[in-house]
C-alpha cells in the first residue's frame, strides 16, 4: 500500500498518457483523437506537476510566517506546466479549426476517409 | 557586439506587428518577414567571428547560469540561425509574389513566428526553453501547411499535427524526467551532472525526448507525416520545412545526444537509423510521379545521410554532417522554389506535366538543374564537396562493416542521380504536346533563387569559405567540456 501511497500521482499521470496514446492508436474520429491529445496533454502536465511536489507542501512565499525549508513544493515545475498549457490550448484550437475545415472538404470526420495521400 | 537576445527579440515583436501593418496596407506585410530574416542575417553573420573565437553566452533576467535561461551562441548556432536568416530572406521574397491570394496577412505572422521558432531552438540552452521554440516552430508549420485550405492540405496538417502533438508529449515527458532526476533544466549543467545519477532513469529520458524530437527530424519510421505536409504545403512552405524546419529538429537530436547525454552507445544505432532512413527515402523517391512527393522523399533520404555523417561522431565526418546540411538547406530549398513555378504554370504536379518547361520558362528550369545536381553531388555544386567530405571521413575508419554502409550509401546516391536526371530529362528533351508561350516566373521570384543559385555554385567551388567555420562547428558538438565550461564558467 505504501508504494501506491508514494506513487500515487505518478500512477495517474502515466495512466492518463496511457489512456491518451490508447484512444490515438484505436480511434479513427477525428474529434476523438482530439480528445485523446487532450487527454495525454493533461498527463502529462500532472506528471511535471508531480514531479515537483512534496506530500504536504504548500506554495513557496517566503513572507508567509511559519513555513519550513521541507514544507515548500518546487515551482518551477508549475511554470513550466502553466507554459506547457498554453501550449496545449493552442495545439487544441488548430486542431479543432483543421477538424471543421476536414468537415467542410469530406463531409465526414471519419479519418479513414482521408486517404487522399498515401506513401 | 550585440547580445545573441536581439536575433528572437526583433523578429518575434516584428511578427506581432505583421497585422498592424496589414491594417495599413495589406501589400507591405509581406515586406515585415523580409525585415525580420534581414536583420537576423546581419546580426548572426556580425556575431560569427566572434562566435568562433569564444561561444557567446547570455544569461536572460539576470540571473547565474544553471538558473538563467541561457542563450548559447556557439559556431553552430550562430551558423545554423544565419542559415535560417538566409533561407528566410530568399523564401520570403519569393512569396511577395508567390502568396497573392488568401488570408496573406496571417501567412506572414505565422512565417515570421517560424523563423524566430527556428532561430530560438538553434540557440537556446536550456531543455525546457528548447521546447517551447520547438513548438513555435511546429505550431506555425502546422498551420501554413493547411494554408490553402483545400483537401489535401487540411489532410496533411491533421496528420502532421497528430504526430507532432505525439512528438512534442514525449518530449515534454522526457524533460518532466530530466527535472525529476537532476533539478535543473540547464543543458550544460544537466551535462555536467551527467554522470552523478542512475543511468538507468536517464535512457528512458533519452529515449523519450529523441523520439519526441525524431518527430521533427523526420527520422525513419517517425516520418510518415512529413510526404504529406511537404508536398501539400504552399511551395514556399515546402521549401522551409524541407530546408529549415527538419534540420533544426536534427540538430535538436544531435545536441541532445552529443552534448547533454554524451551517449556513446547510441552512436552506432543512430548510424544505422540514418542509413535506413536515406535507403527508404530515396527509393520511395524514385517510385514517385508527383515532383513535390518526389522532393519531400528526397529530404528524407537526405536527413538519413546527414544523421549517418553527424552519428559517426568525428570532427571530419561531423564536419561533412553540417556541410551537408547547409548544402541541403540551400539546395532543396531552391528546388521547391523553382518547382513552385512549375507546377503553378502548368497547373499540375505530376511530372510528366513538366514537358517542354525548358523552353517556356528556361531560367527556372536552370536553377531546377542547379539544385538537383547540387543535391546529386555533382561539382562543382556544393553538394559534391559535402558528400565528398562524408564519404571520405567515413572510410577513415577502419572496419568492413562501415565499408559496406559506405557501398549501400553511394548505392542511394545513384538512385537519387537516377530520379533526378529523369525529371531533368522531361524538363529539357521532351517536347510538350502544345507549344505554349515563354512565360518565366516573377522578376522577384527569379531573384531569390538566383540567390541560391549563386550561394551553391560559389560555395560548391571555394569550400573552404565556410569549412573552417564548420570545423569548429564540429568540435563545439563534440567537446562536452568545453561546452559546460563555457556556459558554467
Known amino acids: 500500500m505504501s508504494f501506491l501511497h508514494d506513487y500515487v500521482y505518478y500512477i495517474g499521470a502515466f495512466g492518463l498518457v496511457a489512456v491518451g496514446l490508447l484512444i490515438l492508436l484505436v480511434k479513427r474520429n477525428l474529434i476523438k483523437l482530439i480528445i485523446g491529445l487532450s487527454i495525454l496533454d493533461t498527463g502529462v502536465n500532472m506528471l511535471l506537476i508531480s514531479v515537483g511536489y512534496i506530500t504536504g507542501g504548500t506554495a513557496p512565499i517566503f513572507s508567509r510566517p511559519g513555513l519550513s525549508e521541507g514544507g515548500m513544493v518546487d515551482p518551477v515545475p508549475q511554470a513550466l506546466v502553466l507554459t506547457a498549457i498554453v501550449i496545449g490550448v493552442a495545439i487544441l484550437a488548430l486542431a479543432l479549426g483543421l477538424a471543421v475545415r476536414f468537415y467542410k472538404n469530406c463531409g465526414t470526420l471519419d479519418l479513414r476517409t482521408a486517404k487522399e495521400l498515401k506513401w | ?489
Open chain 2, 1 to 489: 557586439m550585440v547580445s545573441p537576445v536581439v536575433l528572437l527579440a526583433v523578429p518575434l515583436g516584428l511578427a506581432l506587428c505583421v497585422p498592424l501593418v496589414g491594417m495599413a496596407s495589406r501589400k507591405a506585410a509581406g515586406f515585415v518577414p523580409v525585415a525580420a530574416s534581414l536583420f537576423n542575417l546581419v546580426v548572426s553573420v556580425g556575431l560569427l567571428p566572434d562566435a568562433l573565437e569564444e561561444p557567446i553566452v547570455a544569461n536572460l533576467g539576470g540571473f547565474a547560469p544553471p538558473f538563467a535561461i541561457t542563450l548559447f551562441a556557439g559556431p553552430v548556432g550562430v551558423l545554423l540561425s544565419a542559415l535560417v536568416a538566409l533561407a528566410g530572406l530568399a523564401v520570403s521574397l519569393y512569396a511577395l509574389s508567390y502568396i497573392s491570394e488568401g488570408p496573406t496577412i496571417r501567412y506572414h505572422t505565422l512565417y515570421t513566428l517560424l523563423l524566430v521558432g527556428a532561430t530560438g531552438v538553434v540557440l537556446t540552452g536550456d531543455v525546457f526553453n528548447l521546447f517551447v521554440f520547438f513548438e513555435i516552430l511546429c505550431i506555425s508549420s502546422y498551420a501554413l501547411v493547411a494554408y490553402v485550405g483545400d483537401r489535401a492540405g487540411t489532410e496533411a496538417s491533421i496528420k502532421y499535427l497528430i504526430q507532432g502533438a505525439l512528438g512534442s508529449a514525449l518530449l515534454l515527458i522526457g524533460i518532466g524526467l530530466l527535472y525529476g532526476l537532476f533539478g535543473t533544466l540547464n543543458m550544460a549543467d544537466i551535462a555536467a551532472r551527467m554522470g552523478s545519477v542512475d543511468p538507468g532513469p536517464v535512457f528512458v529520458a533519452m529515449v523519450l525526448i529523441i523520439t519526441g524530437l525524431g518527430v521533427e527530424a523526420a527520422i525513419f519510421p517517425l516520418n510518415a507525416w512529413l510526404p504529406d505536409a511537404h508536398s501539400s504545403a504552399p511551395s514556399s512552405i515546402s521549401a522551409m520545412l524541407s530546408g529549415i524546419a527538419i534540420e533544426v529538429g536534427l540538430y535538436a537530436v544531435v545536441r541532445m545526444v552529443f552534448t547533454v547525454f554524451g551517449a556513446s552507445s547510441m552512436l552506432m544505432f543512430l548510424v544505422f537509423m540514418g542509413l535506413l532512413t536515406l535507403l527508404v527515402g530515396e527509393l520511395c523517391a524514385f517510385a514517385q510521379s508527383n515532383i513535390k512527393r518526389m522532393l519531400a522523399y528526397s529530404s528524407i533520404g537526405q536527413m538519413g545521410l546527414i544523421v549517418f555523417a553527424l552519428a559517426l561522431a568525428t570532427v571530419h565526418s561531423v564536419t561533412g554532417g553540417l556541410f551537408q546540411l547547409v548544402s541541403h538547406t540551400l539546395s532543396k530549398a531552391l528546388l521547391f522554389l523553382a518547382v513552385g513555378y512549375m507546377v503553378y504554370r502548368s497547373g499540375s504536379m505530376e511530372i510528366s506535366s513538366l514537358e517542354g518547361m525548358g523552353r517556356r520558362m528556361p531560367l527556372t528550369s536552370f536553377a531546377f538543374t542547379v539544385g538537383a545536381f547540387s543535391l546529386v553531388g555533382l561539382p562543382p555544386f556544393i553538394g559534391f564537396p559535402s558528400k565528398f567530405l562524408i564519404v571520405r571521413s567515413a572510410l577513415a575508419e577502419q572496419g568492413v562493416l562501415l565499408q559496406v554502409l559506405v557501398g549501400l550509401l553511394l548505392a542511394a546516391t545513384v538512385v537519387e542521380g537516377a530520379y533526378f536526371l529523369r525529371v531533368i530529362q522531361t524538363v529539357y528533351f521532351k517536347k510538350g504536346r502544345q507549344q505554349e508561350a515563354r512565360r518565366e516566373a516573377p522578376a522577384v521570384a527569379l531573384f531569390s533563387m538566383f540567390v541560391f543559385v549563386v550561394l551553391i555554385v560559389v560555395i560548391g567551388v571555394y569550400p573552404n569559405l565556410i569549412s573552417n567555420a564548420l570545423e569548429s562547428g564540429a568540435s563545439e558538438l563534440l567537446e562536452r567540456a568545453d561546452y559546460v565550461r563555457s556556459v558554467l564558467g
